[in-house]
């Protein structure tokens, strides 16, 4: 049944999609055993949070830049040139604990150079999926890519990366390296397509102008202005809980390493589940509702954590946290996609993501100082009040949704 699902959507999906599975794997072994390599050279929760930071600081830098680029050029060789120059920044790093020379600073700068990859990687397969898919069929492509997500970067990939960690700290971020060069190699499979033009062609003007092209579009735009403003405020509340949330799992539950890791599974838990069931509750509910629904969980979710001291409980409320992520992240891309003009997908896109990442990359910060400076549950409550705010605020222009699905 998924070859044939495949099939329908496309070889040039097929191949995005495999690149995708191949490079959100690597992607989680890092995720999983970053914290855990600064972990083993500090104990300070400021320098922990900071690993975070320093990977999504060149959203807040780079995120409108990027999006230019990615519609001026060709999409698909911008993802081959960035998957391998990221790859050769992970061998570096891979070098570096192998002989036992690596520093928070080498941390930092490999996690900067990865971050800035993904601001022009992950814009560009934004806006190549609606290139190589009917837009009838986004809903079914969105749901496949995040449920192959959840099941690589999250299932499988989090507890070996920690289980890889725990083996041989090097070996973990040579896997990931690993993986770029194969996504690379997938990716540059794809046949070429035209770089997208407006309906009615303008000179190309300066890079400024065309950034601010993005951003105007997307402002005037209630709803997805709502959708980005609002992910973003709520990523900078999931960023501050999350930022520690490896001393959370030891301090607060006296998780192991290991257990750590399996914990993040929980996320992949609910997440799958999620993925296989976006497209009905939309359908059942309406866009509106289910987006709505989708800040309440988080509310909820940020009140346990921060209440809770059993691991089974904290697994129990991530479940459902992560169903909520999936639903919402799938119901938000096909409603963005299919509003936004194919000219302006990398620039409106870039936007979207300099408030989501941004925001993230904000709350790291924000968790680490909170965390160091009160308790580690400082920055859930924190979260907790941030995203009742947020719910009262975009309940209204969130029921537009509807009227698109």
């Given at each position: 049944?998924?070859?044939?699902v495949?099939?329908?959507?496309?070889?040039?999906?097929?191949?995005?999609?495999?690149?995708?599975?191949v490079?959100?794997?690597?992607?989680?072994?890092?995720?999983?055993?970053?914290?855990?390599?600064?972990?083993?050279?500090?104990?300070?929760?400021?320098?922990?949070?900071?690993?975070?930071?320093?990977?999504?600081?060149?959203?807040?830098?780079?995120a409108?830049v990027?999006?230019?680029?990615?519609?001026?050029?060709?999409?698909?060789?911008?993802?081959?040139?960035?998957?391998?120059?990221?790859?050769?920044?992970?061998a570096?790093?891979?070098?570096?604990?192998?002989?036992?020379?690596?520093?928070?600073?080498?941390?930092?700068?490999?996690?900067?150079?990865?971050g800035?990859?993904?601001?022009?990687?992950d814009?560009?397969?934004?806006?190549l999926?609606?290139?190589?898919?009917?837009?009838?069929?986004?809903?079914?492509?969105?749901?496949?890519?995040?449920?192959?997500?959840?099941?690589?970067?999250?299932f499988?990939?989090?507890?070996?990366?920690?289980?890889?960690?725990?083996?041989?700290?090097?070996?973990?971020?040579?896997?990931?390296?690993?993986?770029?060069?194969?996504?690379?190699?997938?990716?540059?499979?794809?046949?070429?397509?035209?770089?997208?033009?407006?309906?009615?062609?303008r000179?190309?003007?300066?890079?400024?102008?065309?950034?601010?092209?993005?951003?105007?579009?997307?402002?005037?735009?209630r709803?997805?202005?709502?959708?980005?403003?609002?992910?973003?405020?709520?990523?900078?509340?999931f960023g501050?809980?999350?930022?520690?949330?490896?001393l959370?799992?030891?301090?607060?539950?006296?998780?192991?390493?290991?257990?750590?890791?399996?914990?993040?599974?929980?996320?992949?838990v609910?997440?799958?589940f999620?993925?296989?069931?976006?497209?009905?509750?939309?359908?059942?509910?309406?866009?509106?509702?289910?987006?709505?629904?989708?800040?309440?969980?988080?509310?909820?979710?940020?009140?346990?954590?921060?209440v809770?001291?059993?691991?089974?409980?904290?697994?129990?409320?991530?479940?459902?946290?992560?169903v909520?992520?999936?639903?919402?992240?799938?119901?938000?891309?096909?409603?963005?996609?299919?509003?936004?003009?194919?000219?302006?997908?990398?620039?409106?896109?870039?936007?979207?993501?300099?408030?989501?990442?941004?925001?993230?990359?904000?709350?790291?910060?924000?968790?680490?100082?909170?965390a160091?400076?009160w308790q580690?549950?400082?920055?859930?409550?924190?979260a907790?009040?941030?995203?009742?705010?947020i719910?009262?605020?975009?309940?209204?222009?969130?029921?537009?949704?509807t009227?698109?699905?």
């Amino acid at each position: 049944m998924r070859a044939l699902v495949s099939a329908r959507l496309g070889a040039d999906f097929t191949r995005l999609w495999t690149a995708s599975a191949v490079s959100t794997i690597g992607d989680g072994v890092t995720i999983a055993a970053g914290p855990l390599l600064v972990a083993s050279v500090s104990d300070d929760p400021a320098l922990i949070a900071g690993a975070v930071f320093a990977q999504q600081l060149p959203w807040l830098l780079f995120a409108l830049v990027s999006g230019a680029y990615v519609d001026r050029l060709d999409r698909r060789r911008l993802v081959v040139v960035v998957n391998l120059l990221r790859a050769a920044a992970l061998a570096g790093l891979t070098l570096s604990v192998a002989t036992d020379t690596v520093t928070v600073a080498v941390v930092y700068a490999v996690l900067f150079l990865l971050g800035a990859g993904e601001t022009v990687a992950d814009t560009a397969m934004g806006a190549l999926l609606p290139a190589v898919v009917a837009p009838e069929r986004l809903p079914a492509a969105n749901a496949r890519l995040y449920a192959t997500f959840t099941v690589g970067n999250q299932f499988v990939a989090k507890p070996l990366g920690a289980w890889l960690f725990v083996v041989s700290a090097a070996v973990p971020f040579g896997v990931d390296a690993l993986t770029f060069v194969v996504a690379a190699a997938l990716v540059a499979g794809i046949r070429p397509a035209p770089v997208p033009v407006p309906e009615e062609p303008r000179p190309r003007g300066s890079l400024r102008g065309e950034i601010g092209q993005g951003v105007r579009w997307l402002w005037r735009r209630r709803l997805v202005r709502t959708l980005a403003v609002s992910m973003g405020l709520g990523n900078v509340a999931f960023g501050a809980a999350f930022a520690v949330f490896v001393l959370y799992c030891r301090q607060r539950l006296g998780l192991s390493d290991v257990g750590y890791g399996f914990l993040l599974t929980s996320f992949a838990v609910g997440g799958l589940f999620g993925t296989t069931v976006a497209t009905r509750l939309t359908r059942t509910f309406g866009a509106g509702a289910v987006l709505r629904g989708g800040l309440v969980v988080e509310v909820v979710t940020h009140v346990t954590l921060a209440v809770t001291t059993t691991s089974w409980i904290a697994a129990a409320v991530l479940i459902i946290f992560s169903v909520h992520a999936m639903v919402w992240g799938i119901t938000a891309a096909s409603v963005r996609q299919r509003i936004v003009p194919a000219h302006l997908r990398g620039r409106v896109g870039s936007v979207y993501a300099l408030l989501d990442l941004g925001g993230a990359a904000l709350g790291a910060l924000l968790g680490g100082l909170l965390a160091g400076t009160w308790q580690i549950t400082t920055p859930f409550w924190v979260a907790a009040g941030a995203m009742a705010a947020i719910a009262v605020l975009a309940w209204r222009p969130l029921g537009e949704a509807t009227r698109l699905t």
